[in-house]
């Protein structure tokens, strides 16, 4: 079963991503655009795991603590790798330190179990296109760049999900198999 590790979003955020998506996508159809449903913030993907490790991954992921819950300001706007060859548009955020630990913590547990550490640096966003192409729409561009700056909405959690995600023509669909309260407060 393919697996990641995520923060839900609030439901206000969720709308106001909602939105900007569907006037991006009256703009062009060319990347393939995530549908709001499915915005999250991933923390780890675990890719591929075998049914049999499912209680040990949950088993390891119940013992991740951090002193603190998470608060995050979403805003901004960006591309993986850059803007000239685009492969990933995002919505950026800003996150306090706790989340990258809580991150590290995460893809230390996983490794104990056998799946691999990210090689690239832990970098907070929600993946809002995927590009075939790495080409960027003039159109779109401005759109972009006109809310680049937009204030999206906040996130205070105290919990995180392991998610299963099956492939399928229409687009990934998601089931939230176990939930984690890594915090004793969201204060």
Same mark, same amino acid.
């Given at each position: 079963?393919?697996?990641?590790?995520?923060l839900e979003i609030p439901s206000t955020v969720r709308e106001n991503l909602a939105s900007l998506l569907?006037?991006?996508?009256?703009?062009?159809?060319?990347?393939?655009?995530?549908?709001?449903?499915?915005?999250?913030?991933?923390?780890?993907?675990?890719?591929?795991?075998?049914?049999?490790? *499912? =209680? &040990?991954?949950?088993?390891?992921? !119940?013992?991740?603590?951090?002193?603190?819950?998470?608060?995050? /300001? $979403?805003?901004?706007?960006?591309?993986?790798?850059?803007?000239?060859?685009?492969?990933?548009?995002?919505?950026?955020?800003?996150?306090?330190?706790?989340?990258?630990? *809580? =991150? &590290?913590?995460?893809?230390?547990? !996983?490794?104990?179990?056998?799946?691999?550490?990210?090689?690239? /640096? $832990?970098?907070?966003?929600?993946?809002?296109?995927?590009?075939?192409?790495p080409r960027l729409p003039d159109s779109l561009r401005k759109a972009i760049a006109e809310n680049a700056?937009?204030?999206?909405?906040?996130?205070?959690?105290?919990?995180?999900?392991?998610?299963?995600?099956?492939?399928?023509?229409?687009?990934?669909?998601?089931?939230?198999?176990?939930?984690?309260?890594?915090?004793?407060?969201?204060?």
């Amino acid at each position: 079963m393919r697996l990641f590790v995520a923060l839900e979003i609030p439901s206000t955020v969720r709308e106001n991503l909602a939105s900007l998506l569907n006037s991006f996508r009256a703009i062009t159809k060319e990347p393939r655009w995530v549908r709001a449903e499915n915005l999250h913030v991933t923390l780890k993907f675990l890719g591929e795991v075998a049914e049999e490790k *499912l =209680a &040990a991954v949950r088993t390891a992921l !119940a013992g991740i603590r951090s002193e603190q819950a998470v608060a995050l /300001e $979403f805003r901004g706007l960006g591309f993986f790798p850059n803007e000239k060859h685009p492969r990933v548009f995002w919505a950026g955020m800003e996150a306090p330190p706790n989340l990258k630990t *809580l =991150a &590290a913590d995460i893809g230390g547990a !996983a490794e104990k179990l056998g799946i691999p550490r990210e090689k690239r /640096e $832990f970098s907070p966003h929600l993946t809002l296109a995927r590009f075939e192409r790495p080409r960027l729409p003039d159109s779109l561009r401005k759109a972009i760049a006109e809310n680049a700056q937009r204030d999206l909405g906040s996130l205070r959690t105290n919990e995180f999900h392991l998610i299963q995600s099956k492939l399928k023509p229409s687009g990934a669909e998601y089931t939230t198999l176990a939930s984690f309260r890594f915090a004793t407060n969201a204060q």
